[in-house]
């Protein structure tokens, strides 16, 4: 799972910028379980799965959790760095 590696890459930067993160990934049909039983502060959308964007605006609605979809460049770069910023922007825009 490419997702995964991503995951990896984004933990290693976390720590090397002194951030402490808990960074995972899950599949999409899993994602309701983890945002029941997680603290989330952010959820990045595989580009994969991008169609799914509007389904999960109206289930994250009321938690007020903000969402985006990874740049795919970035994916597909498995950009851990970049990646991991663009989530620390849309959590610093909360």
């Known amino acids: ?50 169609f799914m964007k509007g389904d999960f605006e109206k289930r994250l609605a009321s938690k007020g959790i903000p969402l985006d979809v990874i740049n795919m460049a970035d994916y597909g770069m498995m950009n851990g760095e970049k990646v991991l910023q663009q989530a620390l922007t849309i959590i610093g825009d909360k």
């Open 1 to 50: 799972m490419s997702t995964s590696l991503l995951v990896t890459k984004m933990q290693k930067a976390a720590e090397q910028d002194g951030i402490d993160a808990d960074i995972f990934a899950v599949s999409a049909s899993d994602a309701d379980n983890n945002l029941a039983n997680k603290p989330v502060d952010v959820l990045l959308l595989g580009p994969q799965v991008r």
